[in-house]
């Protein structure tokens, strides 16, 4: 089957504690992307990656990093240096030609911090 | 300005009634609209893209972008409760990045 996988589903971690959520897709996609989303406030864009070796900051980058090694994998390192990391992460993809029109979404990872 | 504003409802209708959601944008440089549906803790799928202004149907959906008055409508016909599901409207800004709405949480009543 193809598709995006992100895992694990539900991740749990103390304050002051780097977490790194996995994104794998098998679509030959060129293009991957990370949001969070919060309560109320739709998807917002962390990090984007439109080829290997190469990312760009989105929206809300502070306290965030990732790396682009491999074509099918973009994991998303949430650092102590984010505030409020509790919220639900996605993960998607698209074909290079088609750029944002069609993003293929992960099921997320919700992440909650204590 | 939010560059994509939507209503977070909730909205909750009866089984067969006509759905109408919408978003304003703020940017009548944007070109390209989605809208997305997602079921509670699942990512979003994308449900129709339209271009520019007018009217995109795919079965029970239509996507309908007025440039004028920078409004974006998504209508349900038929609506089942399967249909039940968090909606959002997205644009494309500077032809890489989706900007996404709040979403609208819909509920529909058999």
């Known amino acids: 089957d193809g598709g995006i996988t992100q895992s694990p589903k539900y991740l749990f971690r103390k304050e002051g504690q780097n977490v790194t959520l996995s994104c794998e897709q098998n679509l030959n996609h060129d293009a991957m992307y990370w949001y969070r989303q919060d309560p109320g406030q739709g998807l917002r864009l962390i990090y984007y990656s439109q ?12 306290g965030y990093s990732v790396s682009r090694e491999k074509k099918e994998s973009f994991p998303l390192t949430v650092t102590s240096a984010q505030k409020n990391p509790t919220a639900f992460y996605l993960c998607a993809s698209s074909l290079s030609g088609q750029g944002a029109l069609e993003q293929y979404f992960g099921p997320g990872t919700r992440l909650t911090v204590t | 300005q939010k560059e994509v504003e939507q209503d977070p409802g909730p909205l909750s ?7 109408s959601l919408n978003c304003t944008y703020s940017n009548s440089a944007f070109q390209y609209f989605m809208w997305y549906r997602q079921y509670s803790r699942k990512g979003p799928e994308l449900l129709m893209y339209t271009y520019s202004s007018g009217n995109k ?11 004028s008055s ?4 998504l ?3 038929d609506s089942q409760p399967s249909d039940s599901a968090t909606y959002l409207c997205a644009t494309v800004v500077l032809g890489q990045k989706l900007v996404f709405g709040q979403g609208t949480r819909l509920t529909i009543n058999p």
């Open chain 2, 70 to 73: 920078k409004y974006i409508s």
């Open chain 1, 51 to 62: 080829i290997v070796n190469d990312f760009q900051k989105g929206d809300i980058a502070e």
């Open chain 2, 75 to 77: 209508f349900i016909r």
């Open chain 2, 57 to 67: 149907e795919d079965g029970r959906f239509t996507a309908q972008v007025d440039k």
């Open chain 2, 13 to 19: 209708v009866p089984e067969g009634a006509i759905v």
